[in-house]
């Protein structure tokens, strides 16, 4: 009969509404927990076929989900390592099992922000047990080809190992002027020593020097120069190789480089304008100029003048702080003002955000309902950038969940009344043998 369907009915409302009731009190519980996503419920009506002489009630069905694709604002904090996901995606992370075991049996997990810190082996991980991963780089900071669909090449953060670094000297570029007045044939011919300081594979500080003299004629301007090369590394007084470098005297390439040859331990690549060095520690490459190039050496009626040298590398260094930027690179930065990138934090994100299974401390996994996970650049197609000193808040929003909390209320207490009215019907019905 009719009457047991609104009964049902009834019932079936109660449930619902202490649903409702319990991701409310949730939402309300964790208003102040970074990161959280709140809980919603979505009530859907149950039709029975109905039969032309009486109704029966069907009910009411929820279903519970956690909004995940609602992004918190963000707060500033003062630690370098609380990161968040400004936009759409999520941070990977692992457990402490996944820190030490294969990256194929890792358990893969995600977030939307963390305060992270180094523990005693020097992992970032967050005071509930979450580890950051990311791609290792190499040497030169750079990622090269990595698993986006996977976390095949992600690995745990870890800055222990970066404690002391030292990075080579490679390339010297040097933009000087040699003077033109010291070739000509009333000169002294005194040479023009040029040091530079550069930096060994152990981070130790050497010098290499390079020595101008003018070629001195007869008469009239030779415009040539001779160089010798000078490593400290070595033996200080004994040249490594050297040059004879001739320079342009026309109305249209006057003061730049006409012809450059090298002679012993050293090349010069005039497509390139470098000459190439073998010191003990490796290769440099020193930019001197191309022929009629007007940036390098150049030969002017003005002072020795060394007005741009510079070079790369830097001297063994201490880890001072880290930081990771927008594009989810994470850099050392030493006491000597060198950065190096030690990893990329990319952002996942998948095609239903909704569908993740939820964890406890604000983690989420992969699941059949959430599509597959694809790992993007930070700031790159449908993901946010990544912000440290920032934390995510809470998608709890207190007025609307207490006003949520009395409209269930009341629709609780509604249902307790049909609950009520059908036993005072049935009462009534049964009242009717006596």
Do not use: C
């Amino acid at each position: 009969m009719s009457i047991s369907s609104s009964l049902n009915a009834g019932v079936m409302g109660l449930n619902s509404n202490a649903s409702r009731l319990s991701t409310i009190s949730d939402n309300i519980a964790n208003s102040s927990t970074y990161g959280y996503k709140r809980s919603q419920v979505d009530f859907s009506s149950m039709v029975l076929q109905q039969r032309s002489s009486a109704y029966s009630a069907g009910g009411v069905r929820v279903d519970t989900f956690k909004d995940i694709a609602a992004t918190g604002s963000l707060i500033s904090t003062g630690n370098a390592t609380d990161l968040a996901v400004a936009g759409r995606g999520l941070l990977p992370v692992t457990d402490q099992v996944g820190v030490s075991a294969i990256a194929s049996e890792r358990n893969m997990m995600m977030t939307p922000t963390g305060s992270f810190y180094a523990d005693q082996n020097g992992n970032l991980r967050t005071q509930s047990g979450l580890f950051l991963l990311g791609w290792p780089a190499n040497t030169d900071g750079e990622i090269g080809n990595v698993s986006r669909n996977s976390g095949i090449d992600l690995a745990p953060v870890n800055i222990a190992a970066s404690q002391y670094t030292a990075s080579p000297t490679t390339s010297i570029e040097l933009g000087i002027n040699l003077p033109a007045d010291a070739t000509e044939s009333i000169g002294t011919g005194n040479s023009f020593p040029l040091p530079i300081e550069y930096f060994d594979n152990l981070g130790r500080a050497q010098t290499l020097t390079l020595e101008f003299t003018p070629v001195i004629p007869a008469s009239g301007h030779s415009n040539s120069w001779t160089v010798e090369v000078f490593d400290s590394a070595g033996d200080p007084n004994t040249s490594i190789g050297g040059m004879d470098i001739t320079f342009a005297d026309t109305p249209t390439n006057g003061g730049r480089i006409l012809s450059a040859t090298a002679n012993g331990g050293i090349s010069y690549d005039s497509s390139t304008g470098e000459i190439a060095l073998s010191l003990p520690h490796g290769p440099v490459n020193v930019f001197i100029g191309r022929p009629n190039d007007s940036v390098g050496i150049t030969q002017l009626s003005a002072p020795f003048s060394p007005t741009a040298v510079t070079k790369d590398g830097a001297p063994i260094g201490d880890l001072q702080s880290v930081e990771v930027d927008e594009n989810g690179y994470l850099q050392a930065i030493y006491n000597t003002g060198f950065r190096r990138t030690l990893y990329q934090i990319p952002v996942g994100d998948v095609p239903n955000m909704n569908g993740l299974k939820a964890l406890d401390s604000q983690a989420y996994q992969v699941s059949a309902e959430s599509g597959n996970l694809y790992l993007w650049d930070a700031s790159a197609g449908p993901v946010g950038s990544v912000a440290g000193y920032s934390l995510m808040e809470s998608t709890t929003d207190i007025a609307a969940e207490l006003t949520d909390l009395i409209e269930t209320q009341r629709a609780y207490t509604s249902n307790a009344k049909i609950v009520q009215t059908v036993d005072e019907m049935l009462q009534e019905t049964t009242n009717l043998k006596r």
